[in-house]
């Protein structure tokens, strides 16, 4: 009898953030994570309910690394906050890239995350200031991972 090998839970999740992170989020289904740990659709299934709840696992890891981030770095003011924010952005660019500025979902989530820090910080009481802040914030991020400050053609 030939033995097989157990694919586990988290050889599954690491394989599905590679892939995430290299083609996006418009190439992940159970046939291309597979394919990316080298195995068949059974141990994906076996190990999660459907895509949209694996889906939802990864998006949550994201999320919580990234609210655990913000909260080491226990930010007083919203100009710490925003430098925070683009650190771990310019930290985690790919990541950054596919989770925060394609997915909907990762963005909402962050969205909540950033909003109850904002809420606790110095000079910002409001819902109003948030909603202008959030979007300054992401694209202010954005350009730092697109523009690194070191290339010597953005000065």
Not at 34 to 63: D, G, H, L
Request: proline content about 4%; glycine content about 2%; some cysteine.
């Amino acid at each position: 009898m030939v033995r097989s090998i157990r694919i586990q839970r988290e050889h599954i999740i690491k394989g599905s953030y590679q892939l995430i992170i290299e083609q996006g989020f418009s190439k992940f289904n159970a046939r291309n994570v597979a394919k990316q740990i080298n195995c068949s659709t059974q141990p994906i299934y076996r190990e999660f309910e459907n895509m949209t709840n694996f889906k939802m696992i990864m998006v949550r890891r994201v999320i919580a690394k990234y609210k655990d981030f913000l909260e080491d770095q226990n930010p007083s003011t919203v100009d710490q906050l925003t430098r925070f924010i683009v650190d771990y952005a310019t930290d985690y660019p790919e990541e950054f890239h596919r989770f925060f500025l394609q997915d909907d979902e990762t963005i909402k989530l962050a969205k909540e995350v950033t909003s109850t820090i904002f809420s606790t910080l110095e000079q910002s009481n409001s819902e109003a200031l948030f909603a202008v802040y959030w979007p300054y914030c992401l694209g202010k991020a954005a350009l730092a991972v697109l523009v690194p400050e070191d290339n010597p053609n953005n000065r």
